[in-house]
């Protein structure tokens, strides 16, 4: 006779997606944006990525050897924080400085915490934070004019700028020169918009197309992958502060300005939304979003630095075991201390 009843330990809620099905999926709603990005900026973006890509997953590999830890390399979560360590890279940089954006991401961030899943920070973002910090010349003055405003030789599109031409990001005309510097430059208010939706644009070179970026972005809700809380929330806060502060007065910002440039639409559905470094519970989702939109755009306005996704999202980090906490379900809190009875 053949048993019943089949015990196991929890969790007793099967799903058939798997960590490495997550990732690669992922990894692949991003391929659209790359293939744009090679169309704008040329072939320099995919050198980059390839770089930034084997270069993160030979660190996890070599650290979990030496770690003494199974590899696992293809879970394909080093290759998604490759892709997206190269999305928030100009296009212009050399391409050893994805290799040492892995080392920070991958070894100090993931590996010496323990591995996937218990990193305290986004990957992909601490090695930015780090190259910024190291490179910065690199890292906010190599930016290549996009094919919609690039007029260079056909050499230097292949290569992707090897002449040297640079241009200003809208974010950098913005912040120290006003719109009407952006509109002179990129010009008027429609043109801006349809080019920076599109993501004919400057910037990093997975940035710039926002309606390839939000597709991604429905495709993985679509698929259960991410929920709506965190990138709605974010983008929200973004538009209200950007609208209330954004302006030479108030209640007279440009929106979509800020909405369309800089990495504020890949932060929030691709990097704010990550498993391990953002809250679990919807609240705390929500408040989690407010925070990185709110951060961010504290730091486009007052801060130096004329884009903040990227600190905004490591900055929330720290604060999503807290928000965890706060939130927790009554049934998962701890239980309430018994009043003590009155004396009689």
Same mark, same amino acid.
């Given at each position: ?7 196991? $330990? ?12 997550i990732m690669w999926t992922v990894s692949g709603s991003l391929i659209p944006v790359l293939l744009l990005s090679i169309y704008n900026f040329g072939l320099r973006s995919l050198f980059i990525t390839l770089s930034s890509v084997i270069s993160c997953v ?17 879970? @394909? ?11 928030? $890279? ?9 290799? =040492?954006?892995?080392?920070?991401? =991958? ?15 986004? %990957? ?17 003055? &190599?930016?290549? %004019?996009? #094919? ?9 599109? =292949?290569?992707?700028?090897l002449d040297g031409v640079s241009t200003a990001t809208p974010l950098y005309v913005l912040r120290h020169y006003g719109m009407e510097a952006l509109t002179k430059q990129f010009g008027d208010l429609p043109v801006i918009y349809t080019n920076f939706l ?24 679509? #698929? ?59 609240? &705390?989702?929500? =408040?989690? @979003? ?37 939130? #927790?379900?009554? #049934? ?13």
């Open positions: 006779m053949e048993p019943q009843w089949a015990v196991s $330990i929890s969790p007793h809620i099967r799903q058939t997606q798997t960590t490495a099905g030979v660190v996890e590999a070599i650290c979990q050897r030496a770690l003494g830890r199974p590899i696992s390399v293809k879970d @394909g979560s080093a290759v998604l924080t490759g892709i997206l360590l190269a999305f928030v $890279i100009p296009p212009g940089v050399p391409y050893w400085l994805p290799i =040492i954006g892995a080392v920070a991401a =991958i070894f100090i961030n993931k590996q010496l915490m323990g591995g996937l899943g218990f990193n305290v920070w986004n %990957p992909a973002l601490v090695g930015r934070a780090l190259l910024t910090a190291a490179f910065p010349v690199y890292m906010t003055a &190599a930016w290549i %004019p996009s #094919r919609e405003v690039s007029h260079v030789p056909i050499l230097n599109y =292949i290569w992707g700028g599109l993501g004919f644009k400057p910037g990093c070179i997975g940035e710039t197309s926002a309606v390839l970026i939000l597709l991604g972005g429905l495709f993985l809700m679509a #698929r259960g992958i991410i929920t709506w809380p965190i990138p709605v929330s974010t983008l929200a806060s973004v538009a209200v502060i950007s609208w209330v502060f954004g302006g030479e007065t108030w209640l007279s910002g440009p929106v979509l300005v800020h909405l369309l440039s800089g990495g504020v639409i890949l932060g929030a559905f691709y990097m704010a939304t990550d498993y391990v470094t953002s809250p679990s519970l919807k609240t &705390a989702q929500i =408040i989690f @979003g407010i925070g990185v939109g709110g951060l961010t755009m504290l730091i486009r306005l007052k801060g130096g630095y004329p884009e903040g996704v990227c600190y905004a999202i490591l900055l929330m980090n720290c604060l999503t075991p807290a928000l965890n906490e706060w939130f #927790r379900p009554e #049934r998962f809190a701890p239980p309430k201390q018994a009043p003590v009875a009155a004396a009689k």
